[in-house]
């Protein structure tokens, strides 16, 4: 039940149409491992998906950051699950920290916006992670868990989600997690999925990680067991992102 590693890069509020093209262009001519070996998906805001969609590799795949919780209707500035199945558009990130710290998304509401993207056919990129606060409380794992479970409680099929470790102390602060603090809580949260979902959900499910992750930090984060990967911010603009995608090689010469 191997894991494919698996990479995205979240564009967050950031970029112009010129900027856009050129990271498509970067990545476009990119040189990396197969398909069979990585998986990418970028995630620009949702203005640009239709460009980045039209222009984009088609081994690449594309993310939204954020969709509507239900179907879609009268509900003013909000995207619907609908209208991106209907773009093309085959992943959407939900409940990354700064839509839970800053917009208050609760876990009860990120969990039914996971189901409901489940259900009409995205596939998921579902964020975890605890505050500075909480890591120095010593509540790291019950917030990670109490996260999780509030999806776990409303999905029974785990095939099309990918789990997100991005600890909030870690994200655009360059203060990435060390390898074996990555490696403690992703090991935490699989044994948790296994005692409260499944074994095979447990061995199945990508958790992969994200905070301040670069083109230096990569390849030793990749080479912990249960990391599978990476979720980008900042670096996912830049040039040092493809070298974070052949960080999935470490995991090949295992
Ligand atoms: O929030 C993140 C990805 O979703 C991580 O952001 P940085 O890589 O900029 O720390």
Redesign the pocket.
């Known amino acids: 039940m191997g894991r494919k590693f698996f990479v995205g890069g979240?564009w967050k509020c950031n970029g112009t149409i010129e900027e856009v093209k050129k990271i498509v262009t970067m990545l476009n001519e990119a040189e990396v491992p197969s398909e069979d070996v990585v998986e990418v998906v970028v995630s620009p805001p949702f203005v640009f998906l239709p460009l980045v969609k039209n222009l984009l590799r088609s081994d690449f795949q594309i993310a939204a950051q954020n969709c509507w919780v239900r179907k879609g209707g009268a509900f003013t500035g909000e995207v619907s699950a609908e209208m991106l199945l209907n773009l093309g558009v085959t992943w959407v990130?939900l409940g990354?920290?700064?839509r839970r710290l800053i917009m208050n998304e609760s876990n009860e509401f990120v969990g039914d916006k996971v189901a409901y993207a489940l259900s009409v056919g995205l596939k998921v990129i579902a964020?975890v992670g605890e505050t500075l606060e909480q890591r120095e409380s010593g509540s790291t794992m019950s917030v990670v868990a109490a996260q999780t479970n509030a999806i776990a409680d409303r999905i029974s099929n785990w095939s099309n989600v990918v789990i997100?470790y991005?600890p909030v102390w870690?994200?655009?602060?360059g203060k990435v997690a060390t390898p074996a603090q990555a490696q403690e809580v992703h090991s935490e949260l699989r044994k948790w999925l296994k005692d409260n979902v499944g074994a095979e959900v447990a061995a199945s499910t990508c958790i992969i990680y994200?905070?301040?992750?670069n083109g230096s930090n990569c390849k030793v984060l990749a080479a912990e067991p249960d990391v599978d990967g990476f979720?980008?911010?900042?670096?996912s603009l830049k040039p040092e992102f493809i070298d974070i995608i052949k960080a999935a090689t470490v995991k090949k010469s295992d």
């Open positions: 979240n990130i990354h920290s700064e964020c997100a991005e870690a994200i655009g602060t994200g905070g301040s992750v979720l980008v911010g900042g670096a």
